[in-house]
C-alpha cells in the first residue's frame, strides 16, 4: 500500500507556469501555493486515512437513513470547520471570496485522497453559482452561508429510470399548492442523496411543471430541503445502489412524495439554470479523471522503483522501472496525468473570462472527454506495472481503477460529450468557439510541427464534419482527434515553459515523446 501524497508541486507549476492563472487577475499564486500546501497536509493526514475504510464498508440504509463509512464524518466536519467548504463563495455570504483556479487544485487533491468523500462536496461550489446566478435575494441569504459553513450539502437531481440522458421524458411532477410547490416522482443515481454528514440537505430536482408534451420547455428547477418546518420532508430513500466503485459514496434512488419545494429562476427555465450546475460538475469530473491518473502514476512508480526484477544488460541486478516496456508504461501514465491537468487548467482559465464563453463551451466536454479516460487508462496501467499484485486489493491501485472508472459516465457518458463536440461544438455561437479553439491550439503550439500538422488535419475533419446534416458519421473520430490535439498542443507548451523549473528534464523529455508520436496513446472515444 502506498500511502496518498498529493501532488501539489505538479498542480502549482501547472496553474502558474503552463495555465498562467495569474493572469487572470483572480488568482495570487503566492496565496494559491500556501492554500494548497496547508491542504495537502490536511488531506494526506486527515482524509486519505479514511479512503480504504470507505472502500471496504461502504454505505448502509438503517431506518430509511443512509449511514457513511468510519471516519467520513469526522473528516467532513473537520474539513467544514477549516473553512474548506467555503472557498470560492463570496465573502459576503461567508466564503473566502477565491478563484476556480485555486479551488480546482483542492477538489483534485481531495479527490486523490479520497474520491468518494469528495463526492459530498463536489457540487458545493457549482449550488453555490446557481443560487448566485438563478436565486432570489432570499434563497441566496438562506442557502448560500448554510452550504458554505457545512451545515447543508447539495444534490443534483436529474436522472429517472425511464429517461436516463433524455431529460425531455423527465416525469417527476411539480404541482403548485397553497402557494408553494409539490413534487412527485423518482429520481436515481443520485449521488449523496441521503448521508449522515450535513444537518441538512438541498435537493437541486428537474421537475414537469408543464404538460408531458412540453418536453424540456416543460421543465423547471426546484429547490427541495430535507427538512422543513415541522420535521422531515417528504424525501425517502428506496435504495443505495450497489457499485463497483466509490463505496463510500451513496448513491441513492429517491422518492419525492408530494414534498415541499420552491422554484428557483423562471418556471420553465429549469434546464438552462440546472446547466449551471451540470457545467461546474463537468469540469470537476475532469479533474477526478487527473486525480486518478496522477494517484496511479504515483502508486506504479513508487512500486516499480523498489521492486527487484532481474538484471540490466551490464549484469547490475534490476528494479522493474529499468526494464522499457515498465517504463514506457510509466511514461505514459505520467504523461496522461500531466497533460490532462494542463488542459483543465487551461479550460478553466478560459472560462474565468466572460468574453471567451465560445471557446469555454467548446473546451469543456473535450476536458471532460479526454480527462477522465485518462484516469481510467493510467489505473488500467498501473496494473499492469505492479503485475500480479497490482491485480490484488491490499495495493490500492485497483480500487483507484474501480473509482475512476465512473468518471467516463456521469455527468454525461463520454460518447454524449463526443455528440457534442462534433455537433452543438461546431455550431455554437455561429462556429465562434471552433474557430476560436484553432487560434489557442496554434498560440500553444506555437511552431511545433507536429501539432501544426495535427491541426490541419483536424480543419480538413472540421469541413468534412459539418458537411453532414445530422449526426455526421465520423463524430466520435473527430471528437477524439479534437482531444488528442488539445493534449499534444498541451504538451508542445509544457515543453516550452518547463525550462529552468524543477521539472525540466523530465518534462521535456516526455514533450518529445509525446509529440513524435513515441508514445501509443490510444484514441480515446473514437
Same mark, same amino acid.
Given at each position: 500500500?502506498?500511502?496518498?501524497?498529493?501532488?501539489?508541486?505538479?498542480?502549482?507549476?501547472?496553474?502558474?507556469?503552463?495555465?498562467?492563472?495569474?493572469?487572470?487577475?483572480?488568482?495570487?499564486?503566492?496565496?494559491?501555493?500556501? /492554500?494548497?500546501?496547508?491542504?495537502?497536509?490536511?488531506?494526506?493526514?486527515? /482524509?486519505?486515512?479514511?479512503?480504504?475504510?470507505?472502500?471496504?464498508?461502504?454505505? %448502509?440504509?438503517?431506518?430509511?437513513? =443512509?449511514?457513511?463509512?468510519?471516519?467520513?464524518?469526522?473528516?467532513?466536519?473537520?474539513? *467544514?470547520?477549516?473553512?474548506?467548504?467555503?472557498?470560492?463563495?463570496? &465573502?459576503?455570504?461567508?466564503?473566502?471570496?477565491?478563484?476556480?483556479?485555486?479551488?480546482?487544485?483542492?477538489?483534485?487533491?481531495?479527490?486523490?485522497?479520497?474520491?468518494?468523500?469528495?463526492?459530498?462536496?463536489?457540487?458545493?461550489?457549482?449550488?453555490?453559482?446557481?443560487?448566485?446566478?438563478?436565486?432570489?435575494?432570499?434563497?441566496?441569504?438562506? $442557502?448560500?452561508?448554510?452550504?458554505?459553513?457545512?451545515?447543508?450539502?447539495?444534490?443534483?437531481?436529474?436522472?429517472?429510470?425511464?429517461?436516463?440522458?433524455?431529460?425531455?421524458?423527465?416525469?417527476?411532477?411539480?404541482?403548485?399548492?397553497?402557494?408553494? $410547490?409539490?413534487?412527485?416522482?423518482?429520481?436515481?443515481?443520485?449521488?449523496?442523496?441521503?448521508?449522515?454528514?450535513?444537518?441538512?440537505?438541498?435537493?437541486?430536482? #428537474?421537475?414537469?411543471?408543464?404538460?408531458?408534451?412540453?418536453?424540456?420547455?416543460?421543465?423547471?428547477?426546484?429547490?427541495?430541503?430535507?427538512?422543513? +418546518?415541522?420535521? %422531515?420532508?417528504?424525501?425517502?430513500?428506496?435504495?443505495?445502489?450497489?457499485?463497483? @466503485?466509490?463505496?463510500?459514496?451513496?448513491?441513492?434512488?429517491?422518492?419525492?412524495?408530494?414534498?415541499?419545494? !420552491?422554484?428557483?429562476?423562471? +418556471?420553465? @427555465?429549469?434546464? @438552462?439554470?440546472?446547466?449551471?450546475?451540470?457545467?461546474?460538475?463537468?469540469?470537476?469530473?475532469? #479533474?477526478?479523471?487527473?486525480?486518478?491518473?496522477?494517484?496511479? $502514476?504515483?502508486?506504479?512508480?513508487?512500486?516499480?522503483?523498489?521492486?527487484?526484477?532481474?538484471?540490466?544488460?551490464?549484469?547490475?541486478? *534490476?528494479?522493474?522501472?529499468?526494464?522499457?516496456?515498465?517504463?514506457?508504461?510509466?511514461? !505514459?501514465?505520467?504523461?496522461?496525468?500531466?497533460?490532462?491537468?494542463?488542459?483543465?487548467?487551461?479550460?478553466? =482559465?478560459?472560462?474565468?473570462?466572460?468574453?471567451?464563453?465560445?471557446?469555454?463551451?467548446?473546451?469543456?466536454?473535450?476536458?471532460?472527454?479526454?480527462?477522465?479516460?485518462?484516469?481510467? %487508462?493510467?489505473?488500467?496501467? @498501473?496494473?499492469?506495472?505492479?503485475?500480479?499484485?497490482?491485480?490484488? &486489493?491490499?495495493?490500492?491501485?485497483?480500487?483507484?481503477?474501480?473509482?475512476?472508472?465512473?468518471?467516463?459516465?456521469?455527468?454525461? *457518458?463520454?460518447?454524449?460529450?463526443?455528440?457534442?463536440?462534433?455537433?452543438?461544438?461546431?455550431?455554437?455561437?455561429?462556429?465562434?468557439?471552433?474557430?476560436?479553439?484553432?487560434?489557442?491550439?496554434?498560440?500553444?503550439?506555437?511552431?511545433? !510541427?507536429?501539432?501544426?500538422?495535427?491541426?490541419?488535419?483536424?480543419?480538413?475533419?472540421?469541413?468534412?464534419?459539418?458537411?453532414?446534416?445530422?449526426?455526421?458519421?465520423?463524430?466520435?473520430?473527430?471528437?477524439? =482527434?479534437?482531444?488528442?490535439?488539445?493534449?499534444?498542443?498541451?504538451?508542445?507548451?509544457?515543453?516550452?515553459?518547463?525550462?529552468?523549473?524543477?521539472?525540466?528534464?523530465?518534462?521535456?523529455?516526455?514533450?518529445?515523446?509525446? #509529440?513524435?508520436?513515441?508514445?501509443?496513446?490510444?484514441?480515446?472515444?473514437?
Amino acid at each position: 500500500m502506498k500511502d496518498f501524497a498529493a501532488p501539489t508541486d505538479d498542480i502549482l507549476f501547472s496553474l502558474h507556469q503552463v495555465a498562467d492563472a495569474g493572469a487572470t487577475g483572480k488568482h495570487d499564486p503566492d496565496l494559491a501555493a500556501d /492554500i494548497l500546501g496547508q491542504f495537502a497536509a490536511f488531506a494526506e493526514n486527515v /482524509i486519505a486515512p479514511t479512503n480504504r475504510i470507505g472502500d471496504k464498508q461502504g454505505c %448502509r440504509l438503517e431506518n430509511g437513513r =443512509v449511514r457513511t463509512p468510519d471516519g467520513f464524518a469526522d473528516a467532513f466536519r473537520q474539513s *467544514a470547520e477549516g473553512g474548506w467548504l467555503g472557498l470560492t463563495v463570496p &465573502e459576503e455570504f461567508g466564503g473566502m471570496g477565491l478563484d476556480h483556479l485555486t479551488a480546482a487544485g483542492v477538489s483534485e487533491i481531495s479527490t486523490g485522497a479520497n474520491h468518494a468523500l469528495q463526492m459530498a462536496t463536489g457540487l458545493l461550489p457549482g449550488a453555490v453559482s446557481t443560487l448566485l446566478r438563478f436565486g432570489t435575494a432570499d434563497q441566496k441569504h438562506r $442557502w448560500i452561508p448554510s452550504l458554505s459553513e457545512g451545515r447543508t450539502l447539495n444534490t443534483m437531481c436529474l436522472t429517472e429510470a425511464g429517461a436516463g440522458s433524455d431529460l425531455s421524458r423527465v416525469r417527476t411532477k411539480a404541482e403548485r399548492q397553497n402557494g408553494g $410547490w409539490r413534487l412527485s416522482g423518482e429520481k436515481i443515481f443520485i449521488s449523496n442523496g441521503d448521508q449522515d454528514l450535513s444537518e441538512d440537505i438541498l435537493h437541486f430536482v #428537474l421537475a414537469r411543471s408543464g404538460a408531458p408534451e412540453a418536453g424540456t420547455k416543460g421543465l423547471s428547477l426546484f429547490l427541495c430541503p430535507s427538512k422543513i +418546518e415541522g420535521g %422531515r420532508n417528504h424525501v425517502g430513500v428506496a435504495r443505495i445502489e450497489e457499485k463497483l @466503485g466509490i463505496h463510500g459514496s451513496p448513491t441513492c434512488q429517491l422518492v419525492f412524495d408530494d414534498a415541499e419545494a !420552491e422554484l428557483i429562476g423562471e +418556471e420553465g @427555465g429549469g434546464l @438552462g439554470a440546472m446547466f449551471t450546475l451540470m457545467n461546474h460538475a463537468r469540469i470537476d469530473v475532469a #479533474l477526478q479523471g487527473v486525480a486518478h491518473a496522477a494517484r496511479a $502514476w504515483d502508486i506504479a512508480s513508487s512500486y516499480a522503483g523498489a521492486r527487484a526484477q532481474g538484471r540490466r544488460a551490464d549484469g547490475v541486478p *534490476a528494479v522493474l522501472s529499468d526494464h522499457a516496456d515498465v517504463r514506457q508504461m510509466l511514461d !505514459e501514465q505520467r504523461a496522461l496525468a500531466v497533460g490532462s491537468r494542463a488542459m483543465c487548467h487551461l479550460a478553466l =482559465v478560459v472560462l474565468e473570462d466572460p468574453d471567451q464563453l465560445p471557446l469555454a463551451d467548446f473546451l469543456t466536454p473535450v476536458c471532460k472527454m479526454f480527462a477522465t479516460e485518462a484516469g481510467i %487508462r493510467a489505473a488500467d496501467l @498501473g496494473i499492469q506495472v505492479l503485475g500480479g499484485y497490482g491485480y490484488l &486489493e491490499e495495493y490500492d491501485i485497483a480500487q483507484t481503477w474501480r473509482d475512476a472508472r465512473i468518471t467516463s459516465i456521469y455527468e454525461g *457518458a463520454n460518447g454524449i460529450h463526443a455528440l457534442t463536440a462534433a455537433t452543438r461544438g461546431l455550431k455554437a455561437h455561429d462556429g465562434a468557439g471552433a474557430d476560436a479553439f484553432v487560434d489557442f491550439i496554434s498560440r500553444l503550439a506555437g511552431t511545433v !510541427e507536429p501539432v501544426l500538422s495535427c491541426l490541419a488535419e483536424w480543419k480538413e475533419m472540421r469541413r468534412e464534419t459539418l458537411a453532414h446534416d445530422g449526426v455526421p458519421p465520423n463524430a466520435r473520430l473527430f471528437a477524439a =482527434v479534437t482531444a488528442e490535439l488539445f493534449f499534444r498542443a498541451s504538451w508542445a507548451h509544457i515543453g516550452k515553459v518547463s525550462g529552468g523549473t524543477a521539472f525540466e528534464g523530465e518534462f521535456q523529455q516526455l514533450a518529445d515523446k509525446v #509529440l513524435k508520436s513515441a508514445m501509443p496513446l490510444p484514441r480515446f472515444c473514437s
